[in-house]
């Protein structure tokens, strides 16, 4: 009964460690058409959404926040979001990020082992995915 009690404790521990490693940033960028959003980001899952307001979104949640570098930047031709995981402190760490664009946004993603969603589409996707190399 000890051993389970020391259990118990230990799980707790780790969940308030996790939380208070837990890290959530919100972008916000006003733009107007025609826009460019660039992407690059590792590790993470990307969640791309349209909306009709004339801006764009990135929730960020990067777990284990410390492990992470996060970059933007903005001009007349685009949004610029580049999150990178730092060395060594970084290597067990990942991230979400739920990105909103306006229609008819020109969105290029470079990612470096991510998994992205596209919800809500109605239009036509096209894309070239590069060469599988088999480790």
């Not at 470079?110 to 036509?124: F, M, N, P």
């Amino acid at each position: 009964m000890q051993q389970l009690d020391q259990l118990w404790k230990l799980i707790s521990i780790a969940g308030q460690v996790r939380d208070f490693a837990q890290d959530s940033r919100s972008y916000r960028f006003a733009v107007a058409q025609p826009i460019t959003f660039y992407l690059h980001v590792e590790h993470s899952h990307v969640l791309l959404a349209v909306h009709d307001a004339p801006e764009i979104l990135v929730d960020a949640s990067f777990q284990a926040g410390f492990g992470w570098r996060a970059q933007t930047e903005q001009d007349a031709a685009g949004v610029y979001f580049v999150a990178r995981r730092r060395p060594l402190l970084g290597n067990m760490s990942r991230a979400t990020l739920h990105v909103t664009t306006p229609p008819g946004t020109y969105i290029v993603l470079r990612l470096e082992q991510c998994a992205y969603t596209v919800k809500d589409v109605t239009d036509e996707v096209h894309l070239t995915l590069p060469n599988v190399k088999n480790k």
